[in-house]
């Protein structure tokens, strides 16, 4: 069963050069109980997509496409039922959740805020929350300080519980450890799995600039660039045998532990992403594409080659989607 | 952010370009005012107590001096104490706050501890002990007096800014190229704080403006020649009010409340151009 | 042949404004880095190695011990900037606060050209250009109008223009995304082979270390605590931190489950007698808190008391 459906979507950012088309036409769907990964380059949309199926402001403006959470679609609604469904429906771990809180309040006040506007009494929720902070290993007693009493990652980790209060049906973590130390890493990513394996959340969205962070968490994996999807599939698959040429080269570029120079060569992918205000009709990775041929100055669509989908003309004989 | 974005969010700032017209006005109507009267603002010119009229656009006051004509002068006096005590005080606070910051060390220590010193001194009572012992005083004098008390804050701020330039990476390179200090200053840092010491003196300006209608209005502005200051003492000092001329305290008290406005004005729609969090698309 | 030694460095930083308190960022560092050799330093925030670049570099300078270019004091060696940077020079990792905004590339590259007295201007920014294989327009360019990988090839490319010795790279690719990565650690190998010059790579990447260097020394809350051969290093740390951060490395045969509890990051301003790891390690014993001291054993040096 399907959580959020995402068809056709288009986020574009109004700059003075123009329209910044930073999603161009997205389409995925998250399932009951899943993690999916989004993986891509600075540049790629990860982040525009993640924010924008939660919070809409310019510059951002949304500019066609659906995205279905159960039955409501998330770009068809105004702010006020847009902040209800928040927390309840679809929550986000931004990137840097440790300055999300308001420094002048109190955490346990920033929780009693939070729930009376979604008409729920902290009294009944005080066992979970305290059950919760143990969980993450923090003491109920930090419900009196203020954030600031905090370090970044304890700061972290409280936002973590904060947004997943209301057992959301979704979460989406934004490069939530693209600031951390690598030891740590992995201490808030396990969390993060076990927040899920407890029912916190349904679904989870991880969005990271780091394909191998995703070997440990993501059941599926997307792969954006420039805007595009450029390929989806079960993270095995996509390790083992991915498709598109655009993985391969990210997959190649990735130093794995244990890899000297003399013994593999790292390829990394030689030219730099288009420039999203002047984009062609041509595929957007045919600049960089090694397999690049004549077919290419039609951008591809979707064919689905197995369990995996995958935007490139060599796999035209697969079916379109 | 390039030359072209600050143009594009600078002309297209409703606030600026507003703020811009009225100062532009202000400005114009100070150097070409005392041109469109006979009078000098001093001179007593025709009968007293006379209420705006054609002879007399803004009216006379209790000596049958011209109104309008003190107003031009005032203002055009008004404006230069904002341009120099504004300016020297941007320009010591900058030097200060920047030596400190770039230096840092004991250096640092001693320039912040005077600053902090006058910073507690309540600069309105420094102001008043200065300029009564001075037997004469200009507006240029009053400028001076007023800029060597504004700068503290200033030199604050610049310092907070200078520290967090220094630790760039491109002054560091710039120190690892052997590159000479005054060529780092002057080529790497200085132009990055441009934008922010441009604010810094707007805010100097209208707060020197203020701080000389303060001192006008206690008796210790300018010996000779007219202000809007030392017309809004005046007024109150023969009893404008009571006496029911209005026009010999609304405009002076007007054009104060509109210049130091408009500059307030012009920082925000400033603040909206360099800082693209404010600005609205 | 010895190019670069640290010998017992410490750096402190006042805490406060009376400077009573003081810090320990750099706590009694020692290593030699060799002719053509690449030297990694890694370790995590808070670890000091970015500290120690700046003591080389001469942005800092030591509280104690003595840092020795080419048999001669750096601190003596800095009395001239101009020649002891001719051959130190440094890449730093954010390639978008490098570049100042309102210059062109070509005025960037042009500078330490005129400072160093290089003859032939533009014959040699062709050169340094091709040789970070960025084209020769680039010259003509700002800051904005370049991505951040070719902005690290720039700022590469200025410090390679006096044929230095020694390049100090600070995370030269912590901000760069993995497909550019890639190709700037491959240039520095490159640039390495063809004109002999060292490299001390400071990174936080474990598997980027081990990719290019030839040693590696891993520091924890600013002392060294492990240092050896690349290989030796990443596939048999001796530490428990070493190995704590080869066990955190991403690897796509390995679960989630298998990482256990990794604690938090120490805090230099309270740090405990003796390891300074202790709080965060499994094989922690009362000795730890008098413990603090390098071992040498087999070629390898571990601050360790398992390997007493």
Not at chain 1, 147 to 154: D, V
Not at chain 3, 173 to 189: F, G, P, Q
Not at chain 3, 215 to 244: C, F, N, S, W
Request: glycine share 8%.
């Amino acid at each position: 069963m399907e959580i959020l459906q995402v068809k056709d979507l288009k986020l574009y950012y109004k700059t003075l050069y123009g329209m910044a088309k930073a999603v161009d036409g997205v389409s995925f769907t998250v399932r009951k109980g899943e993690t999916l990964g989004i993986a891509g380059e600075s540049g790629c949309g990860k982040t525009t997509l993640g924010l924008g199926l939660v919070l809409r402001k310019p510059p951002m403006v949304w500019c066609g496409g659906q995205a279905f959470i159960e039955d409501t679609d998330l770009m068809n609604l105004d702010e006020k039922s847009m902040r209800k469904l928040r927390y309840e429906k679809i929550s986000i771990i931004p990137q840097y959740a440790m300055d999300a809180l308001n420094p002048t309040k109190k955490i346990r006040q920033i929780i009693q805020d939070l729930l009376k506007e979604h008409k729920q009494r902290y009294e009944e929720k005080q066992e979970l929350l305290t059950e919760r902070l143990t969980l993450i290993n923090l003491n109920k007693k930090i419900l009196d300080m203020y954030p600031i009493e905090l370090s970044g990652g304890m700061r972290q980790r409280l936002v973590m519980v904060i947004s997943t209060l209301l057992n959301p049906k979704l979460l989406i973590s934004d490069e939530i450890t693209s600031a951390l130390d690598v030891s740590t890493q992995k201490t808030v990513i396990q969390t993060l799995y076990q927040m899920k394996k407890k029912g916190f959340m349904d679904s989870l969205i991880f969005i990271t600039h780091d394909l191998s962070l995703l070997y440990q968490i993501a059941d599926r994996v997307m792969i954006m660039y420039a805007g595009k999807v450029a390929e989806i599939g079960e993270i095995q698959d996509i390790v083992d045998n991915p498709l598109h040429p655009y993985t391969r080269a990210l997959i190649g570029s990735l130093p794995r532990i244990g890899v000297r120079y003399h013994e593999t060569k790292l390829k990394g992918i030689h030219g730099y992403p288009p420039n999203l205000l002047k984009i062609g009709p041509a595929c957007r990775f045919k600049e960089r594409c090694p397999m690049a041929f004549n077919k290419c100055e039609e951008n591809p669509p979707i064919f689905r080659v197995n369990a995996q989908e995958v935007a490139c003309w060599l796999y035209e004989e697969g079916e379109r989607v | 952010m390039n030359l072209k974005e600050f143009v594009y969010f600078f002309l297209r700032n409703k606030k600026i370009i507003t703020a811009l017209c009225i100062l532009g006005l202000l400005a114009l109507v100070s150097i070409f005012g005392p041109f469109l009267t006979s009078y000098d603002p001093l001179e007593f010119a025709s009968a007293p107590y006379q209420p705006p009229n054609r002879q007399h656009w803004l009216g006379t006051n209790t000596f049958g001096q011209d109104l309008f004509t003190q107003t031009v002068y005032g203002l055009r006096s008004s404006l230069l104490v904002g341009l120099f005590g504004g300016g020297l005080a941007t320009i010591i606070g900058l030097i200060i706050g920047f030596l400190a910051g770039y230096r840092g060390g004991w250096f640092d220590e001693i320039l912040m501890m005077l600053t902090n010193i006058l910073m507690v001194i309540p600069t309105l009572a420094l102001l008043i002990i200065i300029a009564a012992y001075l037997p004469y005083r200009g507006v240029l004098i009053q400028s001076v007096i007023i800029g060597l008390t504004a700068w503290p804050w200033t030199a604050r701020a610049v310092r907070a800014q200078t520290l967090s330039l220094k630790t760039r990476e491109f002054v560091d390179l710039a120190r690892i190229t052997a590159t000479r200090s005054s060529k780092i200053i002057f080529q790497e840092i200085m132009p990055n704080m441009m934008s922010y010491v441009f604010m810094v003196f707007i805010l100097q300006f209208g707060g020197a403006i203020l701080a000389a209608t303060g001192l006008d209005f206690i008796g210790l502005g300018p010996t000779r020649g007219i202000s809007l200051g030392i017309m809004l003492q005046q007024a109150t000092l023969w009893n404008a009010i009571q006496l029911g001329m209005w026009w010999w305290v609304v405009t002076p008290g007007a054009l104060i409340t509109l210049v130091v406005a408009t500059l307030y004005i012009m920082n925000t729609g400033l603040d909206e151009v360099f800082n693209p969090r404010l600005r609205e698309m | 042949m010895k190019l670069l030694s640290l010998v017992k460095v410490v750096k402190d930083f006042p805490l406060g404004i009376l400077g009573r308190e003081r810090i320990r960022a750099v706590d009694r560092v020692s290593f030699d880095v060799y002719d053509s050799a690449i030297f990694a330093l890694i370790g995590e925030s808070g670890s000091g190695k970015t500290t120690i670049g700046k003591l080389i570099l001469g942005l800092l300078k030591p509280t104690s011990g003595e840092i020795i270019f080419n048999g001669q004091n750096v601190s003596k060696l800095l009395e001239d900037p101009e020649k002891y940077y001719r051959n130190v020079q440094g890449i730093f990792q954010d390639p978008f606060s490098a570049l100042n905004p309102v210059k062109r590339i070509g005025q960037f590259l042009e500078r330490p050209l005129k400072i160093f007295k290089i003859p032939d201007v533009k014959k040699r920014l062709k050169e340094v250009l091709s040789e970070v294989e960025l084209p020769f327009d680039s010259v003509e360019k700002y800051p904005h109008e370049l991505s951040g990988g070719q902005r690290q090839r720039v700022v590469i490319a200025r410090s390679i223009i006096t044929r230095p010795k020694i390049i100090l790279a600070d995370e030269p690719t912590s901000m760069l995304d993995v497909s550019i990565k890639a190709s700037i650690l491959n240039l520095i190998l490159r640039l390495r082979d063809d004109y002999s010059v060292s490299f001390i790579h400071v990174t936080h990447d474990l598997a980027s270390a081990k990719y290019i260097s030839d040693r590696i020394a891993v520091m924890y809350a600013g002392q060294i605590i492990e240092e050896g051969y690349a290989r030796d290093l990443v596939d048999d740390p001796l530490h428990p931190y070493t190995k704590l951060l080869r066990s955190a490395a991403p690897d796509p045969n390995k679960s989630i489950a298998k990482i256990g509890q990794t604690g938090e990051p120490p805090d230099l301003i309270a740090l405990p007698n003796g390891c300074a790891f202790k709080p965060r390690c499994p094989y922690a014993s009362k000795e730890c808190s008098s413990f603090d001291q390098m071992i040498e054993k087999d070629g390898r040096k571990v601050r360790c008391i398992l390997y007493r």
